[in-house]
């Protein structure tokens, strides 16, 4: 089995934890709070597993300070959380809530008076429902919203957050939100998932400006969800169905954040359902999309493995499901060689200024046994070798710079509710015990040795 190597990792490596605003506070209609889609969503019948939702999660937003606690007592030196722009701007945009703001700027001293690097994430999903009603992300106004938004929140916070990250993952909130319909708002149409994916980008490229104003010292970025596409078999065609699933996974969101526009083959295959068709990107756009920023975040939790599959829907690719290969509970498969690969690519194709794995992490059905352990032996091995995979891409020549563990706790994953555990802090949904997991031990012994002899 392979180990990671602590003192394979340079000095002043980013190590953190992560979490999102609707997946732990809780608290969901106090302090001025307005509702976003993710309530709206849930409280839909049949789209949440268990009829679950966000009213308490881990009831973080009231302990506040007991959750610091734990953080710090895990060694990291940063904490990837992001603000719900209900809380900030109850109607979408317009008027500030105060009450809102003082949360997050007490989570911020909190974490400096604790030695904690706050990482602050803009938009993780929930969408105030006023912005839904008006037209949402397939509506480019939303895109205009968010960036009053990010200039108002890197304004009263910049002083004290030196990290921004603008959306995170925008194929998930535009494909599975409005493709797949599996997330909120739930809708099922190809264009218009399509119109939403430009909108984010349009939003990220108007929210990095917005930083740069507000918070001239801060660095920004956008955090993406990534999966290496590999051909099921050596033949062209299995090869050509992973450069297309590269492109809409992948390439879709890389090549414009990177300054390059979308990728004319993805653009093809996708022919009315593209932005270009749709009449979506205008003039400046992809100037606004592609502002150079400060890093690229990429949650990474597995891989996909295709072949070609003429017909099958408009990209023409069946997903496989490698046998012999080991499976978290979602069943995504384990696949931690192609993080290095990733990686690598990442490197050689776009040369970012520096990446940070803002996720990374498994679930499985845990259980506390007798004497209140709780033995989550597969996730411990999960971040064990990812660890290693990452050295490898470190010795490669890949300028990674940060590493966060998804996540902190178990907590509400969306679709599933409060079912699938992703946490290294196991929390008990009726008390709001948190109990260590093994692997947070796992993670909090190999933190304190690749962090020995460096100043805190
Ligand atoms: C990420 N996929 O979501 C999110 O950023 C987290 O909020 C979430 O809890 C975590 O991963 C675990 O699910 C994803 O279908 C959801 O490829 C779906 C996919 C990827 C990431």
Known sequence: MTQPHPQAFPPRFTWGVATSSYQIEGAAHEDGRSPSIWDTF????????????????????????????????????????????????????????????????????????????????????????????????????????????????????????????????????????????????????????????????????????????????????????????????????????????????NRWYLDPVFGRGYPQDTVKLLGNASPQAQELVRPGDLDIIGTPSDFLGVNMYSRSVVETAPGEGWLGVRQLRPEGSEYTGFDWEVAPQSLSDLMLRLQRDYTPRAIYITENGATYPDTVSEDGTVHDEARTRYFQQHLAALEVALAGGAKVSGYFAWSLMDNFEWAEGYDKRFGIVHVDFDTQARTLKQSGRWYRDFLTRAQQGQPA
Not at 152 to 160: K, Q, S, W
Not at 172 to 200: I, K, N, Q
Not at 207 to 222: D, H, L, N, S
């Open 42 to 249: 849930c409280a839909a019948p049949g789209k949440v597993k268990g009829g679950d939702n966000g009213d308490v999660a881990c009831d973080h937003y009231h302990r506040l300070d007991g959750d610091l606690d734990l953080i710090a007592s895990l060694g990291v030196n940063a904490y990837r959380f992001s603000v719900a722009w209900p809380r900030i701007l109850p109607g979408g945009r317009g008027a500030v809530n105060r009450a809102g703001l003082d949360f997050y700027s007490r989570l911020v001293d909190g974490l400096l008076a604790r030695g904690i690097t706050p990482w602050l994430t803009l938009y993780h999903w929930d969408l105030p429902q006023v912005l839904q009603d008006a037209g949402g992300w397939p509506a480019r106004d939303t895109a205009l919203a968010f960036g009053e938004y990010a200039a108002i929140v890197a304004a009263e916070l910049g002083d004290r957050v030196g990290h921004f990250i603008t959306i995170n993952e925008p194929w998930v909130a535009a494909y599975l939100g409005h493709g797949a319909g599996v997330h909120a708002p739930g809708h099922t149409d190809l264009a218009e998932s399509f119109a939403a994916s430009h909108h984010l980008l349009l939003a990220h490229g108007l929210g990095v400006r917005a930083v740069r104003a507000a918070a001239p010292g801060a660095q920004v970025g956008i955090t993406l969800n990534l999966a290496a596409a590999y051909p099921a078999t050596d033949r062209e065609a299995d090869h050509a169905a992973a450069h297309r699933q590269d492109g809409f996974a």
